[in-house]
């Protein structure tokens, strides 16, 4: 017996020590997400505290190797970027795309955080904020190991169920102290081809998109049941939520919400590797946090990739995919369609963020698309109406789907109606 005990001790204060260690790991991956959410909510004194009580931090990386000075820069907190910089932030860090903190700011068209970046040395590597426009940047080419997620890396023990749909549920977890969306699908579906099909269509899809207006894709579990498909957590909910809550928004903020989803799409649809996303509606558009200053275009399980040979081809396919009361003429009718399904359901939303109710709103959803599908429209009643956005609705669900603009076209329509709103305040981020 005796002879066993020095053994046994040795083990005891070997686990203590691993354990230990653990959660010492744990404290720091979670101070690593807290410096880079409070530099994203532009909380400088916050920042402050943490650099305060460990100076490391300044260094750290999130998933995509960005540092709190890139996340800074993208948005043009002054405050924060100046308090990071007093603490040694590498001016020069580069994410996993090869950009500066510089190219972020530059592709975020933010003046005063460019000044003061070139002041201290800042240089555009990478990208240079290429990334921002409508031309699709690829990642680079995926190996399945880089984002091939171990199941025993999710972290279910505080989860909540987020959305729930036919194939299983969305939870808020958390992978290597980040809150993380998990898609997963029902065990019952794991064996079913169809389901494995879209399933693998949909993380085929979205491990080639990076845009700050589409929901990141952050790995996925597809070796293993149940599968399941990881994204970023975003605290905001969704643009359903916020319209029932909120009503009919300001003119600005509608503007801004729609400048936001045209950017996604205006990227989706660049041409010659069109994604026609086939199902926007407003429980596909996220809010970034709960300020409301950000929007994100998720859910790709119905989205389609195409090659386009030349620009007028009318893409072979026909069906009823999407939702009914957002759904284009064309795609109730079974008829031959193409990316300007995206417009139309585009203009759906903005009619639901001026007038307040979803399009259509005293029909059930099928008798409201076969009742667009005759050639009717939801009608306008807010007074005061900006007259500019009203005829943009309206060309955005022309019957003859060429008649409707491109994303790229609403996008310059978009900036000019903003440009002669007056100024909102809740707004003015965006002109940092």
Known sequence: M???????????????????????????????????????????????KLLEEDRSLV???????????????????????????????????????????????EGAKKHSMIELLKSYGGLSYGQNGSHFEPKPVPPPLPNKCDWEIEPSELD????????????????????????????RIL????????????????????VKLRHPNIVQFLGAVTDKKPLMLITEYLRGGDLHQYLKEKGSLSPS????FALDIARGMAYLHNEPNVIIHRDLKPRNVLLVNSSADHLKVGDFGLSKLIKVQNSHDVYK????????????????????????????????????????????????????????AEGHRPFFRSKGLITE????????????????????????????????????????????
Request: aromatic share 10%; charged share 25%; net charge neutral.
């Open 2 to 48: 005796s002879s066993d005990a020095p053994e046994s001790a040795a083990s005891a204060s070997c686990s203590a020590s691993s354990d230990k260690d653990k959660q010492k790991e744990k404290a720091r991956v979670n101070r690593t997400s807290l410096i880079l959410w409070h530099a994203h909510q532009n909380d400088a004194a916050a920042v402050r």
């Open 59 to 105: 260094q750290a990386r999130d998933y995509d190797k960005r540092t709190p000075l890139h996340v800074a820069s993208l948005h043009g907190w002054i405050d924060v970027a100046k308090c990071l910089i007093e603490y040694g932030a590498d001016i020069n860090a580069q994410d996993r795309w090869k950009n500066t903190p510089l190219a972020d700011a």
């Open 156 to 183: 279910f023990s505080n989860s909540a169920i987020i959305g729930k749909g036919s194939f299983g549920e969305i939870l808020k977890a958390h992978w290597r102290g980040t809150p993380v969306a998990v898609k």
């Open 187 to 206: 065990p019952s579906l794991s064996d079913d081809r169809l389901v494995i099909q879209d399933f693998r269509h949909e993380v085929n899809l979205l």
């Open 253 to 256: 903020t509608a503007v801004n």
């Open 317 to 372: 396919m026909t069906g009823e995919t999407g939702s009914y009361r957002y759904m284009a003429p064309e795609v109730f009718k079974h008829r031959k369609y193409d990316k300007k399904v995206d417009v139309f359901s585009f203009a759906m939303i903005l009619y639901e963020m001026l007038e307040g109710d979803p399009p259509l709103s005293t029909y059930e959803p099928y008798e409201a698309a076969k009742y667009v």
């Open 389 to 432: 956005l009203k005829e943009l609705t309206e060309q955005c669900w022309a019957t003859d789907m060429n008649q409707r603009p491109s994303f790229l076209e609403i996008l310059k329509r978009l900036e000019k109606i903003k440009e002669n709103l007056p100024s909102d305040h809740h707004w003015n981020i965006f002109n940092a």
